[in-house]
């Protein structure tokens, strides 16, 4: 999906990024820089820190540190990046499960929109349902007429309750009719391991996870969150192709610092990381991870951030989705 048209369909504008003084562009960065994953490793945020960062080395003439700090649903490294110097030597690589947080815990120990730095983002990942093979649910008509029959028999694996793609799979619910019951594991890799083993029939997934099984006929897949379809399994029709709209989510990543970061680091990195994301082999890497990058600027960024806020928010509230 192209930048714009996932922005254009958020009723975002681009705005122009502003240019940084030639002093602060020669001046930064004059040591290491540390990049805060609150996530563990091997996840689409870890990829990027890890991509981006390995790049940026070369660029800068720094080190780059990438800093796994995970727990409390990415809420404990962020809040470490919120506590940090705003100058620009400890970033946050976030993703949309920050503005998910609080529509399900509440007020948090920071303000997503107050109390960071939005400089860019960085790329997405559709969210995308399978059904294993057994069920013989191809398709979002399947689904709901299997429902129709069955009522009471299906459940679905989420990487959890409250994440990115529990809301997805209720927004889907309310959306077509469809009854199914939320198995919430801790991850999406467990909730993989019980569909593609028949134990649960459904799973909403991030959709690189889902690809490769849908490649080896062992899953089928029934829809995809976003507006366009997803590079990966290009034969699986979105959501809204089936009737669901509007219905265009996805996991977005994106590069924060602390608030009140002085403009002109904030271009820098800017400029530098478009840099990285337009190189051909970034491109690729990130692709057969599942991400596709964008460069969308802090502006963008966020506008994102308020709108996700309030859609999550509202969506909480509309499917009772609480905290466990």
Request: proline share 6%.
């Amino acid at each position: 999906m192209k930048l714009r048209t996932f922005l254009g369909l958020l009723g975002l504008a681009a705005s122009a990024q502003l240019a940084a003084p030639v002093a602060w562009a020669d001046t930064y960065p004059s040591r290491a820089v540390r990049i805060i994953v609150p996530y563990g490793t091997g996840g689409g945020s870890d990829i990027l820190a890890r991509q981006i960062g390995a790049r940026l080395q070369t660029i800068w003439g720094q080190g780059v540190a990438v800093d796994n700090r995970a727990g409390a649903s990415g809420n404990i490294g962020t809040e470490a990046v919120v506590r940090s110097p705003a100058d620009g030597y400890t970033l946050l690589l976030q993703n949309s499960t920050m503005v998910v947080n609080p529509a399900v815990a509440g007020k948090l120990n920071y303000d997503p929109e107050k109390d960071l730095t939005p400089i860019m983002l960085l790329g997405l990942t559709p969210i995308a349902l399978a059904a294993h093979q057994s069920t013989n649910i191809k398709n979002l008509k399947d689904l709901v007429e299997y429902s129709k029959a069955n009522p009471t028999a299906l459940n679905y694996g989420s990487c959890g309750v409250g994440t990115p793609q529990h809301f997805v799979m209720e927004l889907v619910k309310q959306k077509s009719g469809v009854k199914a019951t939320n198995v919430g594991y801790k991850g999406c890799a467990p909730a993989l391991t019980d569909v593609v083993g028949g134990q649960v029939q459904l799973a909403i997934l991030s959709a690189n996870l889902i690809a490769p099984h849908i490649k080896t006929g062992k899953l089928y897949g029934i829809g995809v969150s976003t507006a366009s379809r997803y590079q990966l399994m290009p034969q699986v029709p979105t959501f809204e192709e089936q009737g669901l709209k509007p219905l265009d989510f996805s996991i977005w990543y994106a590069l924060m610092g602390p608030a009140k970061m002085p403009p002109e680091v904030v271009a820098r990195i800017y400029a530098d990381v478009q840099k990285v994301l337009a190189e051909p082999a970034i491109k690729e890497n990130l692709s057969g991870a599942g991400v596709e990058p964008l460069s969308g600027n802090g502006a963008e960024l966020s506008k994102l951030i308020k709108v996700d806020l309030a859609r999550y928010a509202q969506l909480a509230k509309s499917a009772n989705i609480k905290a466990e």
